[in-house]
């Protein structure tokens, strides 16, 4: 049977919640949850404040309980990362393995599913709005086939030094060109010729929303 430290360590980890902020959480001291994770305790009188800061009742945090299950069940969920490539370095590499990872400033989850040489880029300018905002990241699946590609499928194409992601059409003679999504934005369609290298396939897209906090007027 697991001992009260034991649990509490558990369910802080499960939480992904530090020491640091669990003791700002729930006023008990660093120092006392720490002595409390080894067994070093000399009181377990603050164990109401440490559940309530992890959002558990004191039973399940005695019991070792989390969710109502028993913690011994949980599997560990690892959090895969994806780089978010420059377009320079999107327009002048040739595969993900060639991008120096060192110089990658920004990383971001990947959702589920099997997309292991993905990468993110990040939407400049409007040529795509409003499917597409400045500032929205969308994940790229270099793996992925150009000749598998159907029209209307979003794409990444290199040309020269330069990248671009526009909407993949596709005739009815079999003529490809790429068309941007604003209606308004000039050009419209870029032809696909011999200098236009794919890159990979758009297969989602992150977008984040700031939303202030209201404040309450002073009357």
């Excluded at 990040?122 to 040529?127: A, D, R």
């Excluded at 999504?181 to 032809?191: A, G, Q, V």
């Amino acid at each position: 049977m697991s001992t009260l430290g034991e649990n509490l360590k558990k369910i802080r980890k499960a939480k992904k919640v530090t020491q640091k902020e669990l003791a700002q959480k729930s006023g008990v001291k660093q120092s006392v949850i720490s002595d409390l994770e080894t067994g070093n305790a000399k009181s377990t009188g603050s164990i109401l404040e440490l559940a309530n800061a992890l959002g558990v009742t004191a039973e399940e945090l005695k019991k070792g309980v989390f969710d109502g299950e028993s913690l011994t069940n949980v599997v560990p969920v690892t959090v895969r990362m994806a780089p978010v490539l420059s377009w320079v370095q999107a327009g002048t590499m040739t595969n993900v393995e060639a991008v120096d990872m060192s110089q990658i400033e920004e990383w971001l989850p990947l959702p589920d599913g099997d997309c292991e040489k993905c990468f993110y880029l990040k939407v400049q300018g409007l040529s795509n709005f409003p499917d597409f905002q400045e500032g929205d990241y969308i994940l790229v699946d270099p793996t992925l086939q150009f000749g598998d590609m159907n029209s209307g499928d979003i794409v990444v194409v290199r040309r020269f030094d330069d990248a671009t992601f526009k909407k993949l059409v596709i005739e009815t003679d079999g003529s490809k060109y790429l068309q941007a999504l604003n209606p308004e934005f000039k050009p419209n369609i870029i032809p696909l010729d011999e200098n236009c290298r794919f890159v990979g396939e758009v297969v989602d897209c992150i977008r984040y929303v700031y939303r202030a906090k209201k404040k309450s007027r002073k009357i």
